[in-house]
């Protein structure tokens, strides 16, 4: 495996992909690897001769919700779970590689930045899509993998990649799971063992339950949120949304869409938890 620590080297490598005519796929990542990432790296690799990987802590993408100083730091292991799963580049760039100073510029992606996870997280998205589009002017892979369990902002990215014209095939993973259902993500770290095992699993759970009253008939969308917030409340989770929504440009669901997506988020103790489900009727 392949570490290239500064912009030069990473172009040095992915040169030489090109020039043999391989073709790449890239999954970034903020680190903190789990199995949900993994997936998305074993997708990689069934679609393209070579997989980059980034490593990178994007400051941009921080707010009060979710604490940059916080975040685990877990590079040694990152970087052998990377390569036992045989990943044939990483790139690892520093804070001021990507933001040099003086830098002024940021993509912003209007409409769907600014709802849901972008209503509670002001200028979250604007970091996401910003350094996004700075890693694919970078790698130029033909392919870029993203995760489901991040609906929205892969709905986010697939709109910037239609946009910008980056010519990058976006392709999706499913959320992995653990076996109570919950949803694998760095935050769920930040949970204790009574947390993490006893009531996180309620997130997923709640949201089956809003699928199956959708599929035997429900379409009062409005009591099924407040039943639902209420219920996840009780359980000791602070709900900050539980929405129902059309799952092609998440607008509000209307009774006859037949493509749908539930989308929450919920604090349970120091941890924002966020978790998707979608419906086909
Ligand atoms: O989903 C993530 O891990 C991050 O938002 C991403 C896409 C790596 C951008 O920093």
Redesign the pocket.
């Known amino acids: 495996m392949i570490q290239a620590n500064d912009k030069d080297a990473l172009r040095v490598v992915m040169r030489g992909y090109q020039a043999n005519g391989e073709t790449t796929a890239f999954v970034?990542?903020?680190g903190n690897l789990h199995d949900g990432h993994l997936s998305l790296v074993r997708k990689a690799q069934d679609v393209a001769d070579r997989v980059v990987v980034?490593i990178?802590i994007?400051p941009t993408?921080f707010d009060r919700a979710e604490d940059l100083a916080a975040y685990p730091r877990t590079m040694e292991a990152d970087l052998s779970l990377l390569k036992k799963e045989n990943v044939d580049l990483v790139f690892l760039p520093q804070a001021e590689e990507m933001y040099p100073k003086g830098n002024a510029t940021r993509v912003e992606v209007d409409g769907i930045s600014e709802i849901l996870e972008g209503d509670s997280r002001p200028g979250h998205f604007s970091g996401?899509a910003t350094?996004?589009a700075k890693l694919f002017n970078l790698v130029r892979p033909d392919i870029s993998i993203?995760?489901e369990k991040?609906y929205q902002?892969l709905m986010l990215?697939r709109r910037m990649q239609q946009d910008l014209d980056f010519g990058i095939e976006i392709i999706s993973a499913p959320t992995a799971r653990e076996p109570s259902g919950l949803a694998m993500s760095s935050r769920n770290n930040y949970l204790d063992e009574a947390q993490r095992n006893e009531i996180a699993p309620g997130l997923y759970a709640e949201l089956c339950k809003i699928r199956d009253s959708i599929q035997s008939g429900e379409r009062d969308y409005p009591a099924l949120q407040a039943q639902s917030a209420e219920n996840l409340n009780r359980k000791g989770f602070r709900t900050d949304y539980i929405e129902v929504r059309n799952a092609n440009d998440l607008s509000l669901a209307q009774s006859n869409d037949q493509e749908l997506v539930i989308l929450v988020s919920a604090w349970l103790g120091k941890a924002r938890l966020i978790d998707n489900l979608t419906v086909t009727l």
């Open positions: 970034p990542t903020l980034s990178f994007n993408q996401v350094i996004v993203f995760g991040d902002q990215i």
